[in-house]
Protein backbone atom coordinates (compact mmCIF):
# COMPACT_ATOMS: atom_id res chain seq x y z
CA UNK A 1 0.00 0.00 0.00
CA UNK A 2 2.77 2.47 0.93
CA UNK A 3 4.18 1.56 -2.74
CA UNK A 4 0.90 3.03 -4.11
CA UNK A 5 0.54 5.90 -2.32
CA UNK A 6 4.03 6.77 -2.66
CA UNK A 7 2.89 6.68 -6.35
CA UNK A 8 0.13 9.46 -5.66
CA UNK A 9 2.46 11.92 -3.87
CA UNK A 10 5.09 11.60 -6.52
CA UNK A 11 3.41 11.77 -9.72
CA UNK A 12 4.46 15.36 -10.39
CA UNK A 13 7.55 14.60 -9.79
CA UNK A 14 8.12 11.91 -11.46
CA UNK A 15 6.30 13.91 -14.70
CA UNK A 16 9.28 16.06 -14.62
CA UNK A 17 11.65 13.11 -14.98
CA UNK A 18 9.91 11.64 -17.31
CA UNK A 19 8.76 14.02 -19.95
CA UNK A 20 12.26 14.00 -21.24
CA UNK A 21 12.57 10.25 -22.31
CA UNK A 22 9.15 10.28 -23.76
CA UNK A 23 9.74 13.14 -25.77
CA UNK A 24 12.81 11.38 -27.02
CA UNK A 25 10.24 8.31 -27.99
CA UNK A 26 8.01 10.67 -29.63
CA UNK A 27 11.12 12.58 -31.57
CA UNK A 28 12.00 9.21 -32.59
CA UNK A 29 8.66 7.88 -33.47
CA UNK A 30 9.09 4.49 -31.73
CA UNK A 31 7.55 2.98 -28.83
CA UNK A 32 8.69 0.91 -25.45
CA UNK A 33 6.07 -1.78 -24.58
CA UNK A 34 6.56 -4.28 -21.47
CA UNK A 35 4.88 -7.10 -20.86
CA UNK A 36 5.23 -9.77 -17.87
CA UNK A 37 5.19 -13.06 -20.33
CA UNK A 38 7.91 -14.36 -22.23
CA UNK A 39 6.90 -15.91 -25.50
CA UNK A 40 8.16 -20.02 -25.67
CA UNK A 41 8.68 -19.19 -29.14
CA UNK A 42 7.56 -16.40 -32.04
CA UNK A 43 6.37 -18.58 -34.65
CA UNK A 44 2.51 -18.13 -33.78
CA UNK A 45 1.68 -21.81 -34.03
CA UNK A 46 4.70 -22.48 -31.82
CA UNK A 47 3.34 -19.76 -28.80
CA UNK A 48 0.17 -19.41 -26.92
CA UNK A 49 0.84 -16.55 -25.16
CA UNK A 50 -0.86 -13.74 -25.76
CA UNK A 51 2.33 -11.56 -26.21
CA UNK A 52 2.99 -14.64 -29.32
CA UNK A 53 -0.02 -13.59 -30.29
CA UNK A 54 0.33 -9.67 -30.41
CA UNK A 55 4.00 -9.94 -32.14
CA UNK A 56 2.59 -12.78 -34.69
CA UNK A 57 -0.48 -10.11 -35.70
CA UNK A 58 2.33 -7.56 -36.39
CA UNK A 59 4.98 -9.52 -38.03
CA UNK A 60 2.62 -11.69 -40.11
CA UNK A 61 -0.71 -11.22 -42.12
CA UNK A 62 -3.74 -13.92 -42.47
CA UNK A 63 -5.07 -15.09 -46.00
CA UNK A 64 -8.06 -13.29 -44.13
CA UNK A 65 -8.80 -10.14 -41.84
CA UNK A 66 -11.67 -9.44 -39.44
CA UNK A 67 -12.25 -5.90 -38.79
CA UNK A 68 -12.23 -5.71 -35.09
CA UNK A 69 -15.20 -2.96 -34.70
CA UNK A 70 -17.59 -4.24 -36.91
CA UNK A 71 -16.37 -8.28 -37.72
CA UNK A 72 -16.47 -8.10 -40.84
CA UNK A 73 -14.53 -10.69 -43.14
CA UNK A 74 -12.17 -8.65 -45.79
CA UNK A 75 -9.37 -9.81 -48.01
CA UNK A 76 -5.70 -9.70 -46.34
CA UNK A 77 -3.62 -12.14 -48.11
CA UNK A 78 -6.04 -13.45 -50.00
CA UNK A 79 -8.33 -11.29 -52.30
CA UNK A 80 -11.61 -13.68 -52.09
CA UNK A 81 -12.45 -16.92 -51.37
CA UNK A 82 -15.97 -19.48 -51.34
CA UNK A 83 -16.90 -22.61 -50.42
CA UNK A 84 -17.28 -24.93 -53.03
CA UNK A 85 -18.28 -27.66 -50.88
CA UNK A 86 -18.79 -28.07 -46.95
CA UNK A 87 -15.26 -29.23 -46.92
CA UNK A 88 -13.84 -27.37 -49.71
CA UNK A 89 -12.68 -23.82 -49.85
CA UNK A 90 -11.13 -22.22 -53.18
CA UNK A 91 -9.05 -18.75 -52.29
CA UNK A 92 -7.90 -16.57 -54.63
CA UNK A 93 -4.05 -14.93 -53.36
CA UNK A 94 -3.21 -11.57 -53.53
CA UNK A 95 0.05 -10.47 -55.64
CA UNK A 96 2.58 -8.56 -55.59
CA UNK A 97 2.96 -8.76 -51.70
CA UNK A 98 6.86 -9.73 -50.65
CA UNK A 99 7.93 -11.74 -47.33
CA UNK A 100 10.70 -9.22 -45.40
CA UNK A 101 12.95 -11.09 -47.20
CA UNK A 102 12.08 -10.58 -50.47
CA UNK A 103 10.45 -13.80 -51.04
CA UNK A 104 7.72 -13.28 -53.39
CA UNK A 105 4.37 -14.56 -51.34
CA UNK A 106 2.58 -17.09 -53.42
CA UNK A 107 0.67 -19.96 -53.84
CA UNK A 108 3.35 -21.95 -52.62
CA UNK A 109 4.07 -20.30 -49.32
CA UNK A 110 -0.24 -20.97 -48.48
CA UNK A 111 0.27 -24.75 -49.59
CA UNK A 112 3.47 -25.21 -47.22
CA UNK A 113 2.12 -23.24 -44.49
CA UNK A 114 -1.19 -25.23 -44.17
CA UNK A 115 0.73 -28.65 -45.14
CA UNK A 116 3.15 -28.02 -42.22
CA UNK A 117 0.82 -27.10 -39.85
CA UNK A 118 -1.76 -29.75 -39.95
CA UNK A 119 0.67 -32.78 -39.70
CA UNK A 120 -0.13 -33.88 -36.11
CA UNK A 121 3.91 -34.77 -35.95
CA UNK A 122 4.85 -30.72 -36.47
CA UNK A 123 3.35 -30.31 -33.01
CA UNK A 124 1.55 -27.15 -33.64
CA UNK A 125 0.91 -25.83 -29.97
CA UNK A 126 -2.75 -25.39 -30.22
CA UNK A 127 -4.03 -28.07 -32.06
CA UNK A 128 -7.44 -27.16 -32.18
CA UNK A 129 -6.69 -23.78 -34.12
CA UNK A 130 -5.28 -26.42 -36.98
CA UNK A 131 -6.37 -29.96 -36.73
CA UNK A 132 -9.52 -29.54 -39.05
CA UNK A 133 -7.06 -28.95 -41.91
CA UNK A 134 -6.64 -31.96 -43.87
CA UNK A 135 -4.39 -30.44 -46.74
CA UNK A 136 -3.95 -27.33 -49.05
CA UNK A 137 -3.24 -27.48 -53.19
CA UNK A 138 -1.67 -25.47 -55.67
CA UNK A 139 -4.58 -24.88 -58.14
CA UNK A 140 -2.37 -21.98 -59.92
CA UNK A 141 0.47 -19.54 -59.00
CA UNK A 142 -2.08 -17.08 -56.84
CA UNK A 143 -5.13 -19.51 -56.61
CA UNK A 144 -5.37 -22.38 -53.42
CA UNK A 145 -7.59 -25.09 -52.39
CA UNK A 146 -8.31 -26.16 -48.66
CA UNK A 147 -9.39 -29.23 -47.48
CA UNK A 148 -10.79 -29.84 -44.35
CA UNK A 149 -10.89 -33.26 -42.65
CA UNK A 150 -15.06 -32.34 -41.74
CA UNK A 151 -17.33 -29.59 -41.77
CA UNK A 152 -15.74 -26.73 -40.01
CA UNK A 153 -17.79 -24.13 -40.20
CA UNK A 154 -15.96 -21.51 -38.39
CA UNK A 155 -12.30 -22.19 -41.08
CA UNK A 156 -12.84 -18.51 -42.29
CA UNK A 157 -12.81 -17.66 -38.88
CA UNK A 158 -9.32 -19.46 -37.54
CA UNK A 159 -8.18 -18.05 -41.30
CA UNK A 160 -8.48 -14.79 -39.86
CA UNK A 161 -6.86 -15.31 -36.90
CA UNK A 162 -4.26 -17.54 -35.57
CA UNK A 163 -3.61 -19.39 -38.96
CA UNK A 164 -0.86 -17.11 -40.28
CA UNK A 165 1.32 -17.50 -43.28
CA UNK A 166 5.09 -17.79 -43.44
CA UNK A 167 7.44 -17.86 -46.36
CA UNK A 168 7.94 -21.89 -47.51
CA UNK A 169 11.78 -21.37 -49.08
CA UNK A 170 13.11 -19.78 -45.73
CA UNK A 171 10.03 -21.91 -43.65
CA UNK A 172 11.54 -25.57 -45.19
CA UNK A 173 15.26 -24.18 -44.36
CA UNK A 174 14.99 -23.20 -40.75
CA UNK A 175 11.29 -24.91 -39.56
CA UNK A 176 10.38 -23.10 -36.12
CA UNK A 177 13.17 -22.90 -34.49
CA UNK A 178 14.60 -20.22 -37.28
CA UNK A 179 11.47 -19.12 -37.43
CA UNK A 180 11.31 -18.03 -33.84
CA UNK A 181 15.45 -16.95 -34.12
CA UNK A 182 14.35 -14.66 -37.25
CA UNK A 183 10.88 -14.24 -37.66
CA UNK A 184 10.36 -13.36 -41.16
CA UNK A 185 6.73 -12.36 -42.47
CA UNK A 186 4.58 -10.21 -44.83
CA UNK A 187 3.60 -7.98 -41.64
CA UNK A 188 3.54 -4.00 -41.24
CA UNK A 189 6.27 -4.35 -38.74
CA UNK A 190 9.60 -7.15 -39.28
CA UNK A 191 11.97 -8.14 -36.71
CA UNK A 192 15.13 -6.81 -36.04
CA UNK A 193 16.60 -7.90 -33.00
CA UNK A 194 15.56 -10.77 -31.00
CA UNK A 195 17.39 -11.30 -27.64
CA UNK A 196 15.85 -14.48 -26.87
CA UNK A 197 14.00 -14.24 -23.43
CA UNK A 198 14.35 -10.89 -23.02
CA UNK A 199 13.40 -8.60 -26.12
CA UNK A 200 12.22 -8.01 -29.64
CA UNK A 201 12.64 -4.75 -32.16
CA UNK A 202 10.07 -4.21 -34.47
CA UNK A 203 11.53 -2.24 -37.36
CA UNK A 204 8.25 -0.45 -39.52
CA UNK A 205 7.68 -2.84 -42.40
CA UNK A 206 8.40 0.21 -45.89
CA UNK A 207 7.41 -2.24 -48.17
CA UNK A 208 3.98 -3.21 -46.79
CA UNK A 209 1.73 -3.87 -49.13
CA UNK A 210 -1.22 -0.61 -49.72
CA UNK A 211 -4.33 -2.58 -50.02
CA UNK A 212 -4.05 -4.51 -46.62
CA UNK A 213 -7.16 -3.76 -44.28
CA UNK A 214 -4.74 -2.94 -41.72
CA UNK A 215 -3.58 0.44 -42.45
CA UNK A 216 -0.26 1.24 -42.95
CA UNK A 217 2.15 2.07 -39.88
CA UNK A 218 2.73 5.07 -38.07
CA UNK A 219 5.52 4.22 -35.76
CA UNK A 220 8.60 3.71 -37.14
CA UNK A 221 9.72 1.51 -34.38
CA UNK A 222 8.31 -0.93 -31.14
CA UNK A 223 10.35 -2.13 -28.65
CA UNK A 224 9.11 -4.89 -26.48
CA UNK A 225 10.34 -6.21 -23.36
CA UNK A 226 9.17 -9.02 -21.42
CA UNK A 227 9.69 -7.87 -17.86
CA UNK A 228 8.00 -10.59 -15.31
CA UNK A 229 7.83 -8.07 -12.11
CA UNK A 230 4.75 -6.25 -12.48
CA UNK A 231 6.42 -3.89 -9.88
CA UNK A 232 9.41 -3.31 -11.68
CA UNK A 233 7.27 -2.33 -15.14
CA UNK A 234 5.64 0.23 -13.01
CA UNK A 235 8.86 1.56 -12.07
CA UNK A 236 9.47 1.68 -15.36
CA UNK A 237 6.54 3.76 -16.50
CA UNK A 238 6.61 6.15 -13.41
CA UNK A 239 10.41 6.61 -15.27
CA UNK A 240 9.44 7.10 -18.47
CA UNK A 241 11.57 3.97 -19.10
CA UNK A 242 8.50 2.19 -20.92
CA UNK A 243 5.59 4.12 -22.91
CA UNK A 244 2.88 1.11 -22.98
CA UNK A 245 2.01 -1.88 -20.57
CA UNK A 246 -1.34 -4.10 -20.17
CA UNK A 247 -2.88 -6.05 -17.66
CA UNK A 248 -2.08 -3.64 -14.48
CA UNK A 249 -4.01 -4.43 -11.37
CA UNK A 250 -7.17 -2.57 -10.87
CA UNK A 251 -5.27 -0.85 -7.76
CA UNK A 252 -2.71 -0.16 -9.43
CA UNK A 253 -4.43 1.30 -12.68
CA UNK A 254 -6.55 3.57 -10.22
CA UNK A 255 -3.05 5.29 -8.60
CA UNK A 256 -1.57 5.86 -11.89
CA UNK A 257 -4.14 7.96 -13.05
CA UNK A 258 -3.06 10.43 -10.47
CA UNK A 259 0.17 10.81 -12.30
CA UNK A 260 0.44 13.43 -14.69
CA UNK A 261 2.69 11.80 -17.52
CA UNK A 262 0.83 8.67 -17.62
CA UNK A 263 -2.84 7.87 -19.31
CA UNK A 264 -4.70 4.82 -18.32
CA UNK A 265 -7.36 2.91 -20.21
CA UNK A 266 -9.86 -0.13 -19.36
CA UNK A 267 -12.06 -2.49 -21.39
CA UNK A 268 -13.52 -6.22 -21.00
CA UNK A 269 -12.17 -8.48 -23.03
CA UNK A 270 -12.29 -12.11 -24.47
CA UNK A 271 -10.15 -13.77 -21.87
CA UNK A 272 -12.32 -15.88 -19.54
CA UNK A 273 -10.75 -17.13 -16.31
CA UNK A 274 -11.60 -20.29 -14.65
CA UNK A 275 -10.02 -23.18 -11.91
CA UNK A 276 -9.89 -26.44 -14.38
CA UNK A 277 -9.79 -29.52 -12.25
CA UNK A 278 -7.82 -32.83 -13.09
CA UNK A 279 -10.32 -35.71 -12.59
CA UNK A 280 -9.03 -37.96 -14.72
CA UNK A 281 -8.49 -41.85 -13.45
CA UNK A 282 -5.18 -41.00 -12.42
CA UNK A 283 -5.75 -37.25 -11.32
CA UNK A 284 -2.52 -36.42 -8.98
CA UNK A 285 -5.39 -35.26 -6.84
CA UNK A 286 -7.80 -38.55 -6.20
CA UNK A 287 -10.37 -36.58 -4.04
CA UNK A 288 -11.33 -34.64 -7.06
CA UNK A 289 -12.67 -37.66 -8.64
CA UNK A 290 -15.63 -37.19 -6.57
CA UNK A 291 -18.05 -34.80 -7.86
CA UNK A 292 -18.66 -33.19 -4.45
CA UNK A 293 -14.99 -32.07 -3.82
CA UNK A 294 -15.11 -30.68 -7.31
CA UNK A 295 -18.53 -28.57 -5.78
CA UNK A 296 -17.31 -27.96 -3.12
CA UNK A 297 -14.51 -25.84 -4.43
CA UNK A 298 -17.10 -24.15 -6.19
CA UNK A 299 -18.97 -22.76 -3.29
CA UNK A 300 -15.47 -21.99 -1.65
CA UNK A 301 -15.67 -19.51 -3.76
CA UNK A 302 -16.76 -15.38 -3.88
CA UNK A 303 -16.50 -15.18 -7.86
CA UNK A 304 -18.79 -11.51 -7.59
CA UNK A 305 -16.50 -10.22 -4.71
CA UNK A 306 -12.95 -11.13 -6.49
CA UNK A 307 -15.04 -9.71 -9.63
CA UNK A 308 -15.68 -6.07 -7.90
CA UNK A 309 -12.75 -6.40 -5.69
CA UNK A 310 -9.95 -7.35 -7.85
CA UNK A 311 -11.03 -8.07 -11.41
CA UNK A 312 -11.73 -3.83 -12.02
CA UNK A 313 -14.85 -2.07 -13.22
CA UNK A 314 -17.10 -3.53 -16.14
CA UNK A 315 -16.17 -7.13 -15.68
CA UNK A 316 -18.70 -9.79 -15.23
CA UNK A 317 -19.40 -13.47 -13.82
CA UNK A 318 -19.22 -15.91 -16.41
CA UNK A 319 -21.54 -19.32 -15.58
CA UNK A 320 -20.13 -21.15 -18.83
CA UNK A 321 -16.83 -22.25 -20.43
CA UNK A 322 -16.62 -19.43 -23.09
CA UNK A 323 -17.34 -16.16 -24.01
CA UNK A 324 -20.57 -14.97 -24.53
CA UNK A 325 -19.99 -13.60 -27.88
CA UNK A 326 -18.46 -16.54 -29.32
CA UNK A 327 -20.76 -18.28 -31.61
CA UNK A 328 -22.57 -21.10 -29.33
CA UNK A 329 -21.01 -19.53 -26.10
CA UNK A 330 -24.61 -20.07 -23.79
CA UNK A 331 -25.05 -20.94 -20.13
CA UNK A 332 -28.92 -21.10 -20.55
CA UNK A 333 -27.95 -24.90 -19.50
CA UNK A 334 -25.59 -24.07 -16.78
CA UNK A 335 -25.87 -24.66 -13.08
CA UNK A 336 -23.66 -22.43 -11.51
CA UNK A 337 -22.43 -22.94 -7.87
CA UNK A 338 -23.06 -19.59 -5.65
CA UNK A 339 -20.57 -18.61 -2.70
CA UNK A 340 -21.85 -20.99 -0.19
CA UNK A 341 -18.40 -21.68 2.45
CA UNK A 342 -21.14 -23.86 4.94
CA UNK A 343 -22.09 -25.65 2.01
CA UNK A 344 -17.99 -26.42 0.62
CA UNK A 345 -17.47 -28.01 4.20
CA UNK A 346 -20.49 -30.33 4.44
CA UNK A 347 -20.07 -31.58 0.94
CA UNK A 348 -16.12 -32.29 1.84
CA UNK A 349 -17.53 -34.03 4.83
CA UNK A 350 -19.57 -35.86 3.10
CA UNK A 351 -17.05 -37.37 0.80
CA UNK A 352 -15.13 -37.76 3.37
CA UNK A 353 -12.29 -34.69 3.78
CA UNK A 354 -13.80 -33.48 7.15
CA UNK A 355 -10.46 -32.17 7.65
CA UNK A 356 -9.99 -30.96 4.42
CA UNK A 357 -6.50 -31.99 2.39
CA UNK A 358 -3.62 -30.29 0.69
CA UNK A 359 -3.15 -29.69 -3.19
CA UNK A 360 -0.95 -27.21 -5.50
CA UNK A 361 -3.34 -24.61 -7.31
CA UNK A 362 -0.84 -23.60 -10.50
CA UNK A 363 -1.12 -20.21 -12.38
CA UNK A 364 1.08 -18.08 -14.19
CA UNK A 365 -1.18 -14.59 -14.41
CA UNK A 366 -3.22 -12.60 -12.18
CA UNK A 367 -1.23 -13.78 -9.18
CA UNK A 368 -3.59 -11.34 -6.41
CA UNK A 369 -6.59 -13.54 -8.07
CA UNK A 370 -4.98 -16.83 -7.22
CA UNK A 371 -3.89 -15.51 -4.13
CA UNK A 372 -7.58 -14.83 -3.19
CA UNK A 373 -8.96 -17.96 -4.16
CA UNK A 374 -6.27 -19.69 -1.70
CA UNK A 375 -7.57 -17.88 0.98
CA UNK A 376 -11.05 -18.92 -0.13
CA UNK A 377 -10.15 -22.27 -0.58
CA UNK A 378 -8.50 -22.46 2.87
CA UNK A 379 -11.76 -21.01 4.86
CA UNK A 380 -13.61 -24.02 3.57
CA UNK A 381 -10.78 -26.07 4.73
CA UNK A 382 -8.42 -27.06 1.70
CA UNK A 383 -4.64 -25.79 1.94
CA UNK A 384 -3.60 -24.88 -1.54
CA UNK A 385 0.04 -23.86 -2.37
CA UNK A 386 0.92 -21.64 -5.33
CA UNK A 387 2.53 -22.73 -7.85
CA UNK A 388 3.69 -19.72 -9.54
CA UNK A 389 5.42 -19.98 -13.03
CA UNK A 390 5.26 -18.87 -16.90
CA UNK A 391 2.75 -20.23 -19.14
CA UNK A 392 4.96 -22.68 -20.86
CA UNK A 393 5.69 -24.09 -17.63
CA UNK A 394 2.56 -24.54 -16.34
CA UNK A 395 0.98 -25.83 -19.60
CA UNK A 396 3.43 -28.59 -19.59
CA UNK A 397 2.45 -29.63 -15.66
CA UNK A 398 -1.01 -29.37 -16.86
CA UNK A 399 -0.04 -32.07 -19.91
CA UNK A 400 1.74 -34.21 -17.76
CA UNK A 401 -0.79 -35.02 -15.50
CA UNK A 402 0.94 -33.25 -12.51
CA UNK A 403 -1.28 -30.43 -11.64
CA UNK A 404 -4.55 -30.65 -9.95
CA UNK A 405 -5.80 -27.70 -10.08
CA UNK A 406 -4.70 -24.87 -12.65
CA UNK A 407 -6.13 -21.00 -12.57
CA UNK A 408 -6.69 -21.13 -16.18
CA UNK A 409 -7.30 -17.90 -18.53
CA UNK A 410 -7.58 -17.95 -22.28
CA UNK A 411 -8.15 -15.51 -24.92
CA UNK A 412 -8.91 -18.41 -27.60
CA UNK A 413 -6.76 -16.54 -29.67
CA UNK A 414 -9.34 -13.69 -30.60
CA UNK A 415 -11.33 -16.55 -32.58
CA UNK A 416 -15.04 -14.95 -31.84
CA UNK A 417 -16.79 -18.48 -32.52
CA UNK A 418 -17.18 -21.37 -29.08
CA UNK A 419 -14.61 -23.69 -30.86
CA UNK A 420 -11.84 -21.92 -30.09
CA UNK A 421 -12.62 -21.92 -26.59
CA UNK A 422 -14.56 -24.86 -24.54
CA UNK A 423 -13.02 -27.53 -26.72
CA UNK A 424 -9.36 -26.86 -26.01
CA UNK A 425 -10.10 -27.37 -22.65
CA UNK A 426 -12.71 -30.49 -22.83
CA UNK A 427 -12.96 -30.91 -26.32
CA UNK A 428 -10.37 -34.35 -25.50
CA UNK A 429 -7.11 -32.57 -26.43
CA UNK A 430 -3.98 -32.44 -24.22
CA UNK A 431 -5.21 -29.32 -22.10
CA UNK A 432 -8.34 -31.82 -21.16
CA UNK A 433 -8.12 -33.20 -17.89
CA UNK A 434 -11.49 -35.11 -17.37
CA UNK A 435 -12.20 -36.29 -20.85
CA UNK A 436 -15.71 -36.62 -20.53
CA UNK A 437 -16.59 -38.97 -23.66
CA UNK A 438 -20.28 -37.60 -23.59
CA UNK A 439 -19.20 -33.96 -23.62
CA UNK A 440 -16.56 -34.41 -26.29
CA UNK A 441 -18.78 -35.82 -28.90
CA UNK A 442 -21.39 -33.07 -28.17
CA UNK A 443 -17.91 -30.51 -28.76
CA UNK A 444 -17.38 -32.32 -32.31
CA UNK A 445 -20.78 -32.04 -33.07
CA UNK A 446 -20.26 -28.07 -32.19
CA UNK A 447 -17.17 -27.68 -33.92
CA UNK A 448 -18.22 -29.25 -37.39
CA UNK A 449 -21.99 -29.16 -37.75
CA UNK A 450 -23.31 -26.86 -40.66
CA UNK A 451 -26.33 -26.54 -39.03
CA UNK A 452 -26.17 -23.37 -37.11
CA UNK A 453 -28.85 -24.04 -35.04
CA UNK A 454 -27.32 -27.82 -34.55
CA UNK A 455 -23.97 -26.07 -33.67
CA UNK A 456 -25.62 -23.82 -30.98
CA UNK A 457 -27.68 -26.84 -29.42
CA UNK A 458 -24.58 -28.98 -29.17
CA UNK A 459 -22.38 -26.64 -27.38
CA UNK A 460 -25.42 -25.24 -24.78
CA UNK A 461 -25.60 -29.50 -24.49
CA UNK A 462 -21.94 -29.73 -23.67
CA UNK A 463 -21.64 -26.83 -21.40
CA UNK A 464 -24.29 -28.14 -19.38
CA UNK A 465 -22.83 -30.85 -18.62
CA UNK A 466 -19.50 -29.50 -18.03
CA UNK A 467 -21.01 -27.26 -15.51
CA UNK A 468 -23.44 -30.37 -14.20
CA UNK A 469 -20.52 -32.66 -13.46
CA UNK A 470 -18.71 -29.22 -11.70
CA UNK A 471 -15.07 -30.07 -14.15
CA UNK A 472 -14.00 -27.05 -13.78
CA UNK A 473 -15.25 -23.40 -12.35
CA UNK A 474 -16.26 -20.54 -14.75
CA UNK A 475 -15.05 -17.36 -13.12
CA UNK A 476 -15.27 -14.02 -15.16
CA UNK A 477 -14.39 -12.00 -18.07
CA UNK A 478 -10.94 -10.11 -17.53
CA UNK A 479 -10.70 -6.70 -17.75
CA UNK A 480 -7.83 -5.67 -18.96
CA UNK A 481 -5.90 -2.01 -17.89
CA UNK A 482 -3.73 -0.57 -20.28
CA UNK A 483 -1.39 2.27 -19.01
CA UNK A 484 0.59 4.61 -22.04
CA UNK A 485 2.77 7.72 -21.85
CA UNK A 486 0.71 10.85 -22.26
CA UNK A 487 0.64 11.75 -25.79
CA UNK A 488 0.77 7.96 -27.35
CA UNK A 489 -2.75 7.80 -29.07
CA UNK A 490 -4.19 4.30 -29.75
CA UNK A 491 -7.64 2.42 -29.43
CA UNK A 492 -8.23 -0.38 -26.84
CA UNK A 493 -10.12 -3.18 -28.37
CA UNK A 494 -12.00 -5.65 -26.76
CA UNK A 495 -9.81 -8.44 -28.29
CA UNK A 496 -6.71 -8.02 -26.33
CA UNK A 497 -4.59 -7.02 -29.08
CA UNK A 498 -2.64 -3.50 -28.75
CA UNK A 499 -2.52 -2.79 -32.97
CA UNK A 500 0.79 -0.66 -32.80
CA UNK A 501 0.48 -0.03 -36.48
CA UNK A 502 -2.65 2.17 -35.86
CA UNK A 503 -0.90 4.12 -32.83
CA UNK A 504 1.11 7.21 -33.03
CA UNK A 505 2.27 10.35 -31.23
CA UNK A 506 0.03 13.34 -30.86
Known amino acids: MRALSWIATCGATLALAASAPALAQKGANSARFGYDQVAENIDPFFNNVRIGVIIGQHVWDTLIYRDPTTNEYKGQLATSWKWTDPTTLDLELRQGVKFHNGEAFDADDVVYTLNFVAKAENK ?177 IDRKTMVKELVGEGARVLNAMCYPSQFGCSDEKAKPLDYDPAKAKKLLAEAGYPNG ?94 DPAARKKAYADALGLISERAMGVPLYALVTY ?7 DYRAYADELPRFWEMSWK
Open 124 to 300: VVTQSNVNWIASAEKLDTFKVRVKLKAPFPAAVEYLSGPVVIHPNEYYAKVGPAGMNAAPVGTGPYKVVEHALGKSVRLQRNPDYFKDSPKPQPKLERVDIRFIPDRQTQMAEMLAGGLDFIMNVAPDQAAQLKTVPHLEVKAGETMRIVFLNLNSLPDSPLPALRDIRVRQAIAHA
Open 357 to 450: FEVDLFAYRERPQSEAMINYLRAAGITANLRFMQYAAMRDQVRANKAAMAHQTWGSFSVNDTSASTPVYFGGGPDDINKDPEVIALLKTGDTSV
Open 482 to 488: YVNAKGL
